[in-house]
């Protein structure tokens, strides 16, 4: 069950996410809480709201409880969530969530949510709250090794391999875990170097099984041939239901999968015709299928040797961009997205004012929070307000439980800020957090030996 992102759920998805988020900023936990699970019953595969839900339950918790307490009291539900995993996995996957509702840091109810998300198709929300977990628990090597062999069922064997390496670190005795971790680390050499390209992929298979199910899988994935009649099938759907937007968003994007994209977007602004309501996702495809069109365009000029024309032509690439973000703005002033969109294009222009005018109101987004405070720190440096940069950085870092790269970002973007401010050692503890997990990031790693000497 593939994953699906913010911009693809229905306007009632969307939202039922945006209040969730309001409810979180005000400190109306409960009901954001109520909110993202009324809206993961509409659509389970959206990762993001999961993990707010996650974020909300262990904030109002305080990623505490006691574990054995509610083990015994939900053990009635741990047992009817189990019997449902086999026939009815996504109801499993519900029960579950009720039970981490009351104790999100409770591992045996995160292993049945686990159990449950794999058998409804859904492993990464099996890895997602692994991963929250383990800022809680992040010596456990149960849940190391669970994660890690999720990871490599993903074709992840480089996350596989670095939560190996912590169990091998932490049980040097356990011999499982280290033939675990050195085929992780064979696979993991293995994609990096891009081994499967050289050769049979069939001989290098172990399991022909496997080999043979991966090889039908590819057979079942529609090619550019196909795309005719695809688009036939569309043609007659639209044709018996004139008013389906769906059917003309797949059909605009078999044509953009071609390569046309012109007719994409004649066939989308015939949409927008059509509809009731002006779709803002519709608007957004069409603007995304124009900026393909410009680079078409300019990379055939460039083809052909004509420079100052592909240089006119990234010029008007870029005014239609910033004239596009502008309207889509003003005629959508309630989609978040628009805005952080427009504060990006004005922020590159040095439009200061206008781009924190932008990311002020796309803070309000959960998707965009953390970029938006992020982007406002920036537009505060640039205008050499520097506390009230270290303002935003703050908030944003206080609401990024994972260590990624956003958080690594924000933590650097504050030990420069504090470098500029004359507080060094404030800026060294931000660059030890970074330097810690990740002694590849920037230049952290010479910013701390330096440190270090003096």
């Known amino acids: 069950m593939a994953e699906v992102t913010i911009e693809q759920v229905t306007r009632k998805v969307r939202d039922l996410y945006n209040k969730a988020f309001s409810a979180v900023e005000r400190g109306n936990l409960d009901y954001a809480i109520d909110m ?15 993990k707010y839900l996650r974020l909300a339950e262990l904030k109002k918790s305080k990623g505490k409880g006691n574990h054995q307490v509610s083990s015994l009291m939900g053990s009635m539900k741990v047992m009817g969530a189990k019997g449902a995993i086999k026939k009815h996995p996504l109801k499993a996957v519900r029960k579950a969530e009720e039970l981490l509702k009351k104790d999100p840091s409770n591992l045996q109810f995160v292993k049945l949510l686990d159990e449950a998300a794999v058998a409804a198709d859904m492993p990464e929300v099996a890895v997602q709250t692994w991963e929250i977990m383990r800022d809680y628990y ?55 170097g891009n081994w499967e390209k050289e050769g049979s992929f069939r001989d290098k298979m172990k399991d ?71 779709d803002p996702q519709v608007d957004l495809a069409i603007s995304t299928y124009r900026v393909k069109e410009f680079d078409q365009e300019i990379e055939a000029l460039r083809t052909a040797g004509r420079e100052e024309e592909a240089a006119a032509k990234e ?45 002020q109101r796309a803070q309000r987004s959960p998707q965009r929070r ?28 206080s609401e990024m439980q994972m260590m990624d790269e956003g958080k690594k970002d924000i933590l650097y973007a504050m030990g420069t800020l ?37």
């Open 370 to 397: 953390t970029k938006s405070l992020y982007y406002l720190a920036l537009c505060f440096e640039k205008k050499g307000q520097l506390d009230i940069a270290l303002e935003q950085l703050k908030k944003a870092a």
């Open 315 to 359: 010029t008007e690439r870029l005014e239609f961009r910033i004239k596009n973000a502008h309207e889509c703005v003003t005629r959508y002033p309630n989609d978040l997205q628009f805005a952080f969109t427009y504060g990006e294009l004005l922020f590159e222009q040095d439009d200061l004012n206008a781009a924190i005018q932008q990311f």
């Open 36 to 50: 993202l699970l009324s809206l993961l019953d509409l659509e389970p595969r959206l990762l993001i709201a999961r």
């Open 418 to 454: 504090y470098e500029q401010m004359g507080q060094k050692e404030q800026a060294v503890e931000h660059y030890k957090e970074i330097y810690a997990v990740d002694i590849g990031y920037k230049d952290v790693a010479d910013r701390i030996e330096r440190a270090y000497k003096k």
């Open 138 to 192: 992040p010596n456990d090597v149960d849940l190391l090794k669970r994660l890690g062999a999720l990871y490599i069922s993903m074709n992840e064997p480089m996350k596989g391999r670095d939560c190996l390496e912590v169990v091998a670190r932490l049980n040097p005795k356990d011999q499982q875990a280290l033939k675990a971790l050195k085929d992780a680390s064979a696979l993991a050499t293995m994609k990096k």
């Open 208 to 278: 022909n099984k496997e080999a043979e199910r991966l090889e039908q899988q590819a057979k079942a994935v529609k090619s550019v041939v196909d795309i005719p009649s695809m688009i036939a099938e569309l043609e007659q759907k639209i044709a018996q239901e004139p008013g389906n937007i769906n059917s003309y968003r797949s059909m605009a994007d078999l044509y953009a999968k071609s390569q046309h994209f012109d007719k994409a977007i004649e066939v989308l602004l015939d949409a927008q015709q059509k509809a009731e309501v002006p």
